[in-house]
């Protein structure tokens, strides 16, 4: 299907985007990443690739608020992935407006761009977080929205505007909503490479809530979500979990960690790494039966092994971690 498709990738340098690029180059797709612009000219993670994978990589760079930067890069693409925005949801604490800005606005950009160059396909990228602290378990597609954080409110704003394209314009859409990603390449803002890194280099291992429970899916199943998602039609116009059904505490992962590298190190509470009390979502758990339904899709990748993989490629990486401390 992608063998030469025309395609677009907004955030590739992320750690989602960088891995489902790799897969799009790798399926003979002609690939074009949309990357916000830096004066070092840094392609962030996807400098991880192997070079000859982006000798045929088109990259443009922007900001995902500018209309005119989007338009450039959506006309002539066939199918269109947007992964681009601001993620960290202690950063949105500390800037609410950029990150409303560019994750409202910039989606606002890329559906109106897709919808007036008759864009195929755009697969729109949500996240767990929309739907706050489970009110029930397993939380299915159904479940109310609850903006925790600005970073939440701030997809639910994106989700909605894909959902108004779908109905009012037939905009050919699709929301995939990943539940806690992880794997290589993925930085200490995220709780399992903090784990690592800590366990790998350290006596102790400083974390806030680990009482928290969440539901991880390893990126290589993540980003086949994406790619059925693009390639179904009985997805359009839905929001689709993309998680792995099974749960765990931030306590028990870290004793799979620790078991994992072993690791003897002291958990050590830490207050500043703990969201603020009506913020703290303290329960993810994915029912996947509609993306088994309608795309296909189911996760292969087990949680320990999962770990495994992602140890491996922290341990030879460790230069690029900056150990023990809080990255928001």
Request: glycine share 8%; proline share 4%.
């Amino acid at each position: 299907m992608w063998d030469q498709k025309k395609v677009l990738v907004t955030g590739a340098g992320g750690f989602i985007g960088s891995h489902l690029t790799e897969a799009l180059v790798k399926a003979r797709a002609n690939v074009r990443v949309f990357l916000r612009y830096n004066s070092r000219d840094g392609r962030g993670n996807l400098e991880d690739l192997d070079p000859g994978l982006l000798d045929g990589v088109e990259i443009i760079t922007g900001d995902l608020r500018d209309a005119d930067a989007i338009e450039r890069a959506v006309k002539g693409c066939d199918t269109v992935f947007h992964l681009g925005a601001l993620v960290g949801i202690p950063y949105s604490y500390q800037n609410p407006r950029e990150v409303v800005e560019t994750n409202i606005m910039g989606t606002l950009n890329i559906l109106t761009a897709a919808r007036d160059y008759g864009v195929e396909r755009i697969v729109n990228t949500s996240t767990s977080e929309v739907y706050g602290s489970a009110l029930y378990v397993p939380i299915d597609e159904a479940h109310p929205f609850q903006g925790q954080s600005p970073y939440s409110a701030s997809k639910i704003g994106a989700d909605k505007l894909a959902e108004s394209f779908y109905a009012s314009y037939d905009l050919p859409v699709v929301t995939v909503r990943p539940f806690n990603c992880y794997g290589p390449r993925q930085s200490a803002r995220a709780i399992i490479p903090t784990l690592i890194t800590q366990a790998l280099a350290c006596k102790e291992i400083r974390l806030g809530n680990t009482d928290t429970l969440r539901d991880f899916t390893y990126i290589a199943d993540t980003v086949e979500g994406f790619i059925k998602a693009a390639q179904s039609q009985s997805g359009l116009g839905k929001a689709i979990n993309i998680g792995s059904g099974r749960e765990i505490s931030i306590g028990q992962l870290a004793q799979i960690v620790q078991n994992t590298v072993q690791s003897n190190a002291k958990i050590v509470f830490e207050r500043g790494r703990v969201r603020p009390r009506r913020s703290e979502v303290s329960r993810l758990l994915a029912d996947n039966s509609l993306a088994k339904k309608t795309i296909g899709w189911e996760p292969r990748v087990s949680l320990e092994e999962g770990i495994n993989l992602t140890v491996v490629w922290i341990a030879a990486h460790m230069n690029r971690f900056h150990i023990g401390k809080y990255q928001i």
